[in-house]
């Protein structure tokens, strides 16, 4: 049994956080036994989580207190930590990105007790501050040393194996189409293609953009042949793409969470020799969220151009776009918890999920905000609460953990069912889910991920301040 249990209280835990501020609160300490610490060390830093594998990082830690606790002592030590100011805090399906301060009691012989809380932090700094580089870039230098390293290694195995065995072999000749079918598959991809519309120049600028910005560039090509095409078209997506395990069972899962497609030329037919150029321009979400590159956690934005040749391999070109901080300052209103949902909404969650409208003809999300700007009218916000008391919503929450209530305690919990405490995506509006017996295996699995259903409001729980909702048997992930 631990000697002692921590807590963490942030002094404005709801706040939106500027990279590179600062973050206060206050470490608890209840000991159980008298007890040596060695250090009483709390630290700010950043971590993963999700459907890929765990990345984190520190950015600052101190030591408050270094010594002997005494059984029933309950000290509190205050701290002011540095936050981070890369990467940004960010909520998706597969992806999820949180600040937190964490502290650790070091005690000799035992396990060290622990306490985190998370909060939100939004880069304020300019693009300089976007760890990011140009994954096509990266694929293609890459691909280039990896294909030079195999042609040299082939031809010194393949040309000395053959003169040490005296002559082809049956054995070599079938390492010899290995290469072959590489030689093909590039011809089939670029080189046909490249026969009917000769050299095409694709370029958009600029590569780093800020939310709400537009990128501009041009196709140009000059076909050699007579040529029809279907289309050309233009996609803009972009996508959270995580690795889950190592080795053998090493994993890349990817969510497209927006896409857009444009026609930028109908079906035609080209002629040889008569310059083809078309404009190409994108323009950026306003609420769109940064560009993330972390060892196995990605968040890209990219623009695939695709001349459609029919009975043709078709001619494409995939452009990474660096969607990066515009170093403007926050606004100093930004900061404070009842605004939180205005200042993050490019910061933290996907672009483009669209909410479920109720029969009265309000969405949740809209709901939600105006829950989170009265939750601290706790007049005002009964009365909300009393008025939107019975209508139903697609829900997606953030699991924070599990409650110990029973019936007697609370009349909303399902017989054989229990409560969770969760928040909402955005704004994250604390909320109390009750979980019918039925779905109690769900939430299990799903720890502290996105969890996505159906539930109905029944009220508002003043003194945690959070919405009551009740979830539908029917509710699904």
């Not at 950015?59 to 408050?64: A, E, G, I, V």
């Not at 195995?157 to 002559?167: H, K, T």
């Not at 070599?172 to 490249?194: C, E, Q, S, T």
Request: glycine content about 8%; some cysteine.
């Amino acid at each position: 049994m631990a000697k002692c249990d921590l807590s963490i209280e942030l002094d404005d835990p709801q706040a939106l956080h500027a990279g590179g501020s600062t973050i206060s609160g206050v470490v608890r300490v209840r000991v159980d036994k008298n007890v040596e610490t060695k250090g009483l060390v709390v630290t700010s830093g950043w971590a993963t989580h999700g459907r890929g594998n765990v990345t984190s990082g520190v950015f600052n830690s101190k030591t408050l207190f270094t010594g002997e606790w005494r059984s029933g002592d309950t000290p509190e030590y205050r701290f002011e930590l540095p936050v981070g100011s890369w990467p940004p805090s960010y909520h998706g399906n597969y992806l999820n990105i949180d600040h937190n301060i964490t502290a650790q009691a070091k005690i000799a012989w035992a396990f060290d007790p622990k306490a985190s809380q998370t909060f939100l932090m939004r880069p304020t700094g300019g693009p300089e501050s976007a760890a990011w580089k140009d994954p096509a870039a990266s694929s293609n230098k890459l691909g280039c040393v990896l294909f030079s390293i195999f042609s040299i290694v082939f031809c010194v195995v393949f040309f000395g194996g053959m003169i040490a065995a005296g002559g082809p072999s049956i054995v070599f000749l079938a390492i010899a189409i290995v290469p072959l079918l590489v030689g093909l598959g590039y011809g089939f991809k670029v080189l046909l293609p490249r026969y009917l519309l000769g050299n095409v120049e694709c370029s958009l600028s600029p590569n780093q953009v800020s939310p709400g910005e537009e990128v501009k560039g041009e196709l140009v090509f000059k076909p050699r042949k007579t040529v029809s095409i279907n289309a050309i078209k233009l996609t803009f997506q972009a996508s959270e793409r995580v690795v889950s395990g190592s080795g053998s069972n090493r994993k890349t899962h990817t969510n497209v969470f927006f896409e857009k497609e444009q026609t930028l030329v109908g079906e035609t037919t080209l002629q040889p020799g008569q310059e083809k150029r078309v404009p190409l321009a994108v323009q950026l979400p306003g609420d769109a969220p940064y560009s993330v590159d972390l060892t196995d956690n990605d968040l890209i934005w990219n623009v695939l151009i695709r001349i459609d040749i029919p009975r043709w391999p078709d001619w494409t070109k995939n452009i990474a776009i660096a969607v990066v901080p515009s170093g403007k300052p926050m606004q100093p209103a930004a900061a404070s918890a009842g605004t939180v949902a205005e200042a993050t909404s490019q910061a933290v969650s996907p672009v483009g999920q669209e909410a479920e409208v109720s029969p009265s003809g309000i969405t949740f999300t809209e709901t939600a905000q105006h829950f989170w700007e009265l939750r601290n009218d706790r007049e005002s916000v009964m009365e909300l609460a009393g008025a939107v008391s019975g209508l139903t919503f697609d829900i997606d929450a953030f699991v924070e953990r599990r409650l110990l209530y029973s019936g007697d305690d609370d009349p909303h919990v399902f017989k054989d069912g229990y409560a969770v405490w969760a928040h909402f995506t955005e704004p994250p509006l604390p909320m109390v889910l009750y979980v019918p017996h039925d779905l109690a295996d769900e939430f299990e699995q799903i720890g502290r991920d996105l969890w996505k259903g159906r539930g109905t409001i029944v009220g508002w729980d003043a003194q945690h301040r959070r919405l009551q909702i009740k979830l539908e048997n029917s509710a699904v992930i």
